[in-house]
């Protein structure tokens, strides 16, 4: 206190969480970095949406802000780095019927506003979902909506001839989410639990591994034989992981691949399945993939499910689906599911509660997933429609797949398998000695530096296979086959190619 004209003046002292009751300076102050964060955060990489894309990025923005005065020798960026297929730019539409059964989810009213304006099939689908869940703006259940997961399994039993049950289903957001999920109950002993993945491989496999502080035991793929999987691999990478004091807890199996688009044979799923069984591995099934079939009389999908039920084997599976590829493409709604096959009540007990953490996946990404297991049935009003809209998917994926691996396979220094399933083609490129050594001096990947020089030189962004995996002085991209205009698209890649390689011959 102080007295001041005969007056006595009282300050309250401050509280010691007052901002102004410290003086805060820079050597005292604990400051965020990112040598502050988790390090196992910082050894995450996820290519598909790396350097490349934040730079196609970059250019997207000069060009909507500046035009032709952008200076850049291209009109557009293309991306082909990543599965989006309703991302601007594309032409693959929704499903209408998909679309439909949202609209009136998120506004019930219109079934009384506009009655005419939606298939009776549709309006039936919409009802009967709210009687189920009420607004979408409320919590689910977090395994997800109940009457949503009975038509999942009812959905597999059909598929595969087996039963399945809705207490076996998780609906996730996206399947991305799940593996997620699966990844870090299986990281019991951080930098020594380890899982087996297909090289090349999604790189969200490793990415989550990283972030979960796994050990990622490659296995590689055979590219000589279509990129088909090896049993004598695996177990070598298996012995490797061994002697290096890694304890292998799981195999992850991509079917149809990503990024090769390759479908196993029922030999092959068998004999991973015996595999599993003899080293106790799980067996986690990606096969978000499992319609986009380009050649499906050559190459059919058969889900790990079945075969592994066919057997009568043991071994714990886990199986994943998404509404994100096929022909419904809903990549931003996060939709998604896994089933568990021979795996106890105390470990699905241990995946609710985590997923209980999360609440619930998205009531719209449910839906979805309710749609793609429960497409409009033959007779019903949405039916011709829905069965144009997939019929057209298909063939154009395919079509578009066939020519542009022609394409790319007329090229010098480029080989390319025809891939059979997914959305996208993972051709090889052969490098002149001087383009190494100017990728090496630019500290970058030599394949990494092809894709750069091919984003600025046309807008078109790909995924370089150092991204996914690959065998020592190899090199590779990935591309989708989702873009239109594939003569202007494959002619951009053609011209490149052959200007690259003459100038570091």
Known sequence: MFQASGTVVRFRSLSPFHPLAHSWTRSTMRSLTVDSLNPAIRNVQYAVRGELAIKAEEYRVMLKEKGQDSGLPFDRVISSNIGNPQQKGLDQPPITFNRQVAALMEWPQLMQLAPNAFPQDVIDRAKELHEEIGSIGAYSHSQGVPLIRQNVAKFIQERDS?????????????ASAGVSLLISMLISEPH???????????????ATLAQFSGVAIPYHLDEAHEWSTSIDEIKAALKKAKEDGIDPKALVIINPGNPTGALLKEETQREVANLCAEHGLVLLADEVYQSNLHRAAEFPFTSFKKVVCDMGSPVPLVSFHSISKGVTGECGRRGGYFECHNISDNVRAMMYKMVSVGLCPPLQGQIG??????????GGESYVLWKEETTRIHKVLAQRTKLMAERLNSLPGVSCVDSPGALYLYPKITLPERAIAAAQAAGKEPDAFYALALLDATGICVVPGSGFGQKEGEYHYRLTCLCPGVDEYVGKLEKFHQEFCAKYQ
């Not at 997933?369 to 033959?378: A, G, M, N, Q, T």
């Open 192 to 206: 020594k639990s380890g899982v087996l993945i297909p090289i090349p491989q999604y790189p969200l496999y490793t």
């Open 369 to 378: 997933v309710d749609c793609l297991v429960r497409p409009p049935k033959e």
């Open 162 to 174: 087996h039963p399945s049950s809705p207490d076996n289903i998780f609906l996730t957001g996206g």
